[in-house]
């Protein structure tokens, strides 16, 4: 099983009478009752094919903002990621419609739990450190930019500022899930 179809895995769950449900908006929303195996294998291979799809689309997103590209650029990976985000919820939608809503809950402890289970310990410990040398890493960038440029970079300052704190925010969500992880493999 691959990396993105464990991350789909967590949008599953099984209700006492022992069918799958899908949460195909996590916490968020209702779970839909799926009747059969190919229902479930075709919802999760949508949502695995939608992670992977987004990962894509997120690169050059990420790519633009660090760089500071000109605007049309900016507007046209805006543009895909508005059209990749409706064709999500088209897909979804028509994935559960006319299924039964499930009345099993889905509790965010329960959500954290699963995707640390399914993201594992060792991957967890990597992206802490990855975060770790992105935060350095851009904040370096910041101070860089900020000393050699002379015109006014304050977009791209305030970007590459806020990216540092993004790494340093997902230290402490990351190491969270470690912890998870950890409780889950002790039961």
Request: charged share 20%.
């Amino acid at each position: 099983m691959g990396f993105f179809d464990k991350l789909a895995q967590v949008q599953f769950g099984e209700d006492d009478d022992g069918l799958d449900v899908f949460f195909p908006w996590g916490i968020f929303g209702k779970g839909y009752r799926l009747p059969d195996p190919s229902s479930t294998k075709r919802a999760r291979r949508l949502v695995a094919v939608a992670y992977k799809v987004g990962f894509i689309l997120g690169l050059p997103v990420l790519w633009a903002s660090i760089l500071g590209s000109n605007s049309q650029a900016v507007v046209l990976i805006a543009s895909v990621c508005l059209a990749y985000s409706i064709a999500y919820n088209i897909a979804i939608r028509a994935c559960v419609s006319g299924l039964e809503t499930s009345r099993m809950p889905r509790s965010y402890r329960e959500h954290q739990r699963q995707t640390a289970k399914a993201l594992g310990r060792s991957f967890l410990a990597w992206l802490i450190a990855a975060s770790a040398i992105m935060s350095v890493v851009f904040s370096l960038i910041a101070i860089a930019t900020d000393m050699v440029t002379d015109d006014d970079t304050w977009w791209n300052q305030l970007v590459l500022w806020g990216f540092a704190v993004l790494a340093v925010g997902c230290i402490g969500y990351f190491y969270y899930l470690r912890r998870l992880a950890g409780t889950e493999n002790e039961r």
